[in-house]
């Protein structure tokens, strides 16, 4: 049994690769060059991410040359949420306050905030437009829901669509959410197509034979209850006179001295279609540039390109940490012998990896041993300086 464990960590040890096959030119310096000598730390200096030469996060100066740009413990937007709330420096806790942490906005970030608020503006100004038309707010509403009733259904959705849009991309500025921004990007070509829709049906409606398209409409769409509602509106009576196509009413009959109905709804149509198609054209300039900033700016809302986490193939997980502690063990072991290796390791509180030396090579507590996550990164940094 102790053969056929022996065996499967020696196989398990095998795929533990203790080296950074791969280097993003936004790790440190102090892994792409390693042969350059480090700066000692001080002795106040915080432990954690930049202990042994990890790199930590540059901040809104990580774009600098030689920059790191992955985040330790204490750095400012993580991903748009503070984790900690304060931070050590030796023995001692300090909170975070305005007068320690000074929050700047990035140009990607203002560019991101100001092309939100000019999208939200517009697209809570158009919903509200379309919500009085559904309400019977304006003087000739009812003959908007009853002749194009398409092209405002398409402009509600495309409001609503709009503001919602507009919602995800606040939240994804404010808490400089990446994920967020991602969706609200896509979210804006969609909304896109929305205000394009209605744009190009009033437009083809108006140009291309509006007449021969409102006697088709009055004659076979509307039925009794629509042409009712519009001779209410307009104040008219029937088609071309009373007699052809009417719906009866108390103003509407045979002897009724108003006025047919196609010459007054034909105007309506001709006006109403070109302001609705020259609004939505003109916001198209508009809806492309929030576009093109969402592109632009949306993963640089902070000068930290990501998350600014380590990828974890990349990290030293508890496996790798026992074949380091071994190592490192036994080296010491040739050199100075098996007992002073054995203090070295229980004094540096490295013995729960699993040292050969300390428990006697147990497979067992090889497999128990925690995570460097638990344990921390004091460790790390003592191993280092010894």
């Known amino acids: 049994m102790s053969s056929q464990s022996a065996s499967a960590e020696g196989s398990s040890t095998d795929l533990i690769s203790l080296t950074v096959n791969y280097v993003p030119s936004k790790f440190s310096g102090a892994l792409l060059e390693p042969?350059?000598?480090?700066?000692?730390?001080?002795?106040?200096?915080?432990?954690?991410v930049g202990a042994m030469g990890i790199p930590r996060g540059g901040g809104i100066d990580a774009f600098r040359t030689g920059e790191a740009r992955i985040p330790g413990e204490n750095d400012e937007d993580y991903d748009g949420v503070n984790v900690s709330k304060s931070w050590r420096i030796g023995n001692k806790f300090f909170r975070r306050t305005k007068q320690h942490t000074k929050l700047r906005w990035n140009t990607f970030k203002i560019i991101l905030f100001v092309s939100n608020a000019v999208f939200s503006v517009y697209t809570l100004i158009t919903l509200i437009l379309c919500l009085l038309t559904w309400f019977d707010v304006f003087q000739n509403a009812d003959v908007i829901r009853v002749g194009n009733r398409a092209e405002l259904i398409f402009s509600t959705l495309a409001a609503t669509f709009g503001l919602l849009t507009a919602v995800i991309?606040?939240?994804?500025?404010?808490?400089?959410?990446?994920?967020f921004l991602a969706v609200y990007t896509f979210?804006?070509?969609?909304?896109?197509?929305?205000?394009?829709?209605?744009?190009?049906?009033?437009?083809k409606k108006r140009t291309f034979n509006l007449e021969g398209k409102l006697n088709a409409q009055w004659s076979r769409a509307l039925g009794a209850e629509?042409?009712?509602?519009?001779?209410?509106?307009?104040?008219?009576?029937?088609?071309?006179?009373?007699?052809?196509?009417?719906?009866?009413?108390?103003t509407c009959y045979a002897r009724s001295i108003l006025p047919g109905c196609k010459l007054a709804y034909l105007n309506l149509q001709?006006?109403?279609l070109k302001k609705w198609y020259t609004i939505s054209f003109g916001l198209v300039p508009l809806q492309l540039g929030v576009i093109i900033a969402g592109l632009l700016c949306s993963n640089h809302v902070t000068y930290r390109f990501g998350k600014g986490m380590m990828p974890k193939r990349y990290q030293l997980n508890s496996n790798a940490m026992k074949v380091i502690v071994d190592n490192y063990t036994n080296e010491i072991a040739e050199q100075y012998g098996r007992d002073v290796a054995s203090d070295v390791i229980v004094k540096s509180g490295m013995q729960s990896y699993g040292s050969s030396l300390v428990h006697d090579n147990s497979a067992s507590n090889l497999l128990s041993s925690p995570s460097p996550s638990r344990v921390g990164r004091r460790e790390m940094s003592t191993m280092a300086d010894l």
């Open 35 to 48: 042969s350059r000598p480090r700066r000692r730390r001080p002795k106040n200096a915080m432990s954690g």
């Open 169 to 179: 991309g606040w939240a994804g500025i404010l808490l400089n959410n990446r994920g």
């Open 226 to 250: 629509g042409r009712l509602r519009i001779q209410n509106r307009l104040q008219c009576c029937g088609w071309f006179s009373p007699f052809v196509e009417a719906t009866i009413s108390q």
């Open 270 to 272: 001709r006006h109403i």
């Open 187 to 203: 979210f804006l070509w969609i909304t896109f197509a929305f205000l394009v829709v209605p744009g190009y049906l009033t437009y």
